[in-house]
């Protein structure tokens, strides 16, 4: 491949990246926003608990957390598509809008937590694919799992301003508020706003 990593670029992912997706399965928190908005699909999962992997891939390339990967050089000229790019030219490469590809999903834009296959690029590709990808995983199926059967009755907070915690590189929410229906009392899951914007 003739777009390469310069040494810059490597030097900056990793704390580039955990700075933004840090512990509890924050990184799924747009997904989870998601499927509570699709309570046919929330009634699926329920149903059919097996199907928490397939949820959390689809949670991952419908609401991607990474923007973009890191800053890639050609090396060469490169032609993407009907586009040639010369080389020693930075190419940034749109992970969200690879996962909305209409070429590669055929309703990029409707969530589908059945989805399969599901080629998504949330962790990247190739030489730099993401080492956390287990953990990651495991998170999302951990959260989305106790949530749901912790709270046999949950709702999106309709009076709750949602806020999104986004830079170049992350997309993210800074709190979801949500209501147990059961108990009609609202369990917002909010965090302190870092100290110092992600890269
Ligand atoms: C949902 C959560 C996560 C997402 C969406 C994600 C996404 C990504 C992406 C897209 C890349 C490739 C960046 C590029 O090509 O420039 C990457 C790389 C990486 N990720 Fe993650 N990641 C997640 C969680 C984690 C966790 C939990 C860890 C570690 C505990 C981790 C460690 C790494 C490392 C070390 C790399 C660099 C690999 C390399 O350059 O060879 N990631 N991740």
Redesign the pocket.
Known sequence: MAISCPETS?WN??PA??GG?RDDGE??RNGILALLRNPAQVASLRAEPSGLSSAVEEF?RFE???NI??TRVTTVPVRIGEVEVPADEFVMIA?VAANRDLHQFDEPDRLNIALNPNAHL???HG??????VP??RLEGEIALGRLLARFETITLDDTATLQDRNSTLMRGLQATSVVDAARGAPLTSARQAPTAPHA
Request: glycine letters at 8%.
């Open positions: 490597c992912r990793l990246h955990l997706i990184c799924h991952l991607s957390p990474l990967a890191t992970l949330a962790f990247g030489i730099h694919y993401c080492l956390g953990l990651a």
